[in-house]
């Protein structure tokens, strides 16, 4: 399955930014989605993660309350609403797909997203 995200950008902490990812190539319906991140200089870490029926989600603490996943399957496109953004929350952002019914830290992607760049300024 091929990955394209996009809607990073520049926002203000305590601003808002939504990512999309458009998927292509294989039955959208069939994959748990997630997204990560990556920081400067920080390995890549699990943000949120959401199953195949979009019935449940999964978050990292840090964004816990904050951001929030959901799906399309009709639109076959994955997001992440990212609210009360900080600057720690800087990083290039993945999404990436796994074939299973869930999606949560401890589990590996099969595919990724070529990754978007999302900046909090203080």
């Known amino acids: 399955v091929q990955l394209q995200a996009s809607g990073g950008g520049l926002a203000q902490a305590g601003g808002s930014l939504r990512l999309s990812c458009a998927a292509s190539g294989r039955t959208f319906s069939r994959y748990a989605m997630g997204w990560f991140r990556q920081a400067p200089g920080k390995e890549r870490e699990f943000v949120a993660g959401?199953?195949?029926?979009?019935?449940?989600?999964y978050y990292a603490e840090s964004v816990k309350g904050r951001f929030t996943i959901s799906r399309d399957n009709a639109k076959n496109t994955v997001y992440l609403q990212m609210n009360s953004l900080k600057p720690e929350d800087t990083a290039v952002y993945y999404c990436a797909a796994r074939a299973g019914i869930y999606m949560i830290a401890t589990m590996t992607p099969e595919y990724w997203g070529q990754g978007t760049q999302v900046t909090v300024s203080s």
């Open positions: 959401i199953s195949v029926s979009g019935s449940s989600t």
